[in-house]
């Protein structure tokens, strides 16, 4: 849900006007949507650009996933590791085009750490893989967008720490 939203839905809910402090958040947000469109087409454009980066650097930093009894041995399980990567890119714009991170609590988040748990799958590995994910997004970006879009990816990586 974008600010404009939660604005309208808190102050219909209160029923009253809109406060000067959340007009002033929705002029913020405004003012920053076509930075937040720039940084979602860039990673949008580039996603296999990004998840190859990100898988290259996570198969170096830790071979043991893909060696015979790891996590990502085999072809079907290193393709079920690169869609999970693509889809986490995908979240992670969710949230920065809503200029909010709880599309990401909403979508993907929620039961998380139940789930790789009950899958077999290291938890600590799948936040490593989100650096590494993070690393070759944030690459593509100019600073100023880099910085933006930062935050997004550290959720995910805390929600899972």
Request: aromatic share 8%; proline share 4%; with cysteine.
């Amino acid at each position: 849900m974008t600010v404009v939203s939660q604005v309208i839905l808190q102050a219909d809910d209160q029923l009253r006007y809109p406060s000067s402090g959340e007009l002033n958040n929705i002029k913020d947000y405004l003012q920053t949507g076509e930075q937040r469109i720039r940084i979602v087409s860039t990673l949008a454009e580039n996603e296999k650009k990004i998840v190859q980066e990100a898988t290259k650097q996570l198969w170096q930093k830790r071979p043991d996933f893909i060696a015979p009894g790891g996590n990502a041995y085999g072809q079907k399980q290193r393709a079920l590791c690169v869609r999970d990567y693509g889809w986490y890119l995908r979240l992670i714009t969710y949230g920065i085009l809503a200029g909010d991170k709880q599309p990401i609590e909403d979508i993907g988040l929620i039961g998380v750490r139940e789930m790789y748990n009950s899958l077999g799958v290291p938890v600590p590995g799948m936040v490593e893989a989100i650096s590494c994910l993070k690393k070759a997004s944030l690459n593509l970006l100019n600073t100023e967008d880099a910085a933006e879009a930062a935050p997004y990816f550290d959720y995910i990586i805390q929600a899972m720490s």
